[in-house]
T-cell receptor
Framework: GAVVSQHPSRVICKSGTSVKIECRSLDFQATTMFWYRQFPKQSLMLMATSNEGSKATYEQGVEKDKFLINHASLTLSTLTVTSAHPEDSSFYIC?????????????FGPGTRLTVT | AQSVTQPDIHITVSEGASLELRCNYSYGATPYLFWYVQSPGQGLQLLLKYFSGDTLVQGIKGFEAEFKRSQSSFNLRKPSVHWSDAAEYFCAVGAGPTGGFKTIFGAGTRLFVKA
């Protein structure tokens, strides 16, 4: 089945530093990937749509300069949290849509837990 | 834009009892509907999905859901709950190509199972 991986699974960083999270589709190509964040005991909030070879589309209220998204290949999207602060601590989940099908299902990665100290 | 409402923040059922989790959606076009389960600190697992066809959908772990267009609902059911079903359940609605394939999640329902 379609598998999406995320790296790292957990990261702790100091306030003011930047952190990069990778999302990979392992056995399919994905022209479109999505990034979500989830606060404790809350739902997933869509942050942005990552499009291969073009700029990401951010949801309302998400700072594009804060959350940099790069989708340089058909199997990799990265989310960089710049100048991280404790309020950026969250669970970040990516998903990918199989470009080779006409289906509407997304495949989710296992998530990355970011803690900013 | 699409939206999802899960009216129950948490539900407690006895092991062996039946379960129904409610989900209502709003979307102007044909909805693509999903139920996911998430254990604490874990990622999402897809339980079942509805794209078209038979409105009663069977999923994994003995779950099923029924799509009712007239009620804009996609409720999840299980006839007999097991203690291992305790988790957070999310209903989600996906857009098609015209909506950029976005998936929007409901707030979730936490299921507690008592012995």
């Amino acid at each position: 089945g379609a598998v999406v991986s995320q790296h790292p699974s957990r990261v702790i960083c100091k306030s003011g530093t930047s952190v990069k999270i990778e999302c990979r589709s392992l056995d399919f190509q994905a022209t479109t990937m999505f990034w979500y964040r989830q606060f404790p005991k809350q739902s997933l909030m869509l942050m942005a749509t990552s499009n291969e070879g073009s700029k990401a589309t951010y949801e309302q209220g998400v700072e594009k300069d804060k959350f940099l998204i790069n989708h340089a290949s058909l199997t990799l999207s990265t989310l960089t949290v710049t100048s991280a602060h404790p309020e950026d601590s969250s669970f970040y989940i990516c998903s990918a849509r199989d470009s080779g099908t006409s289906g509407y299902e997304q495949y989710f990665g296992p998530g990355t837990r970011l803690t900013v100290t | 834009a699409q939206s999802v409402t899960q009216p129950d923040i948490h539900i407690t059922v006895s092991e062996g009892a039946s379960l129904e989790l409610r989900c209502n959606y709003s979307y102007g076009a044909t909805p693509y509907l999903f139920w996911y389960v998430q254990s604490p600190g874990q990622g999402l697992q897809l339980l079942l999905k509805y794209f078209s066809g038979d409105t009663l959908v069977q999923g994994i772990k003995g779950f099923e859901a029924e799509f009712k267009r007239s009620q804009s609902s996609f409720n999840l059911r299980k006839p007999s709950v097991h203690w291992s079903d305790a988790a957070e359940y999310f209903c989600a609605v996906g857009a098609g190509p015209t909506g950029g394939f976005k998936t929007i999640f409901g707030a979730g329902t936490r299921l507690f199972v008592k012995a």
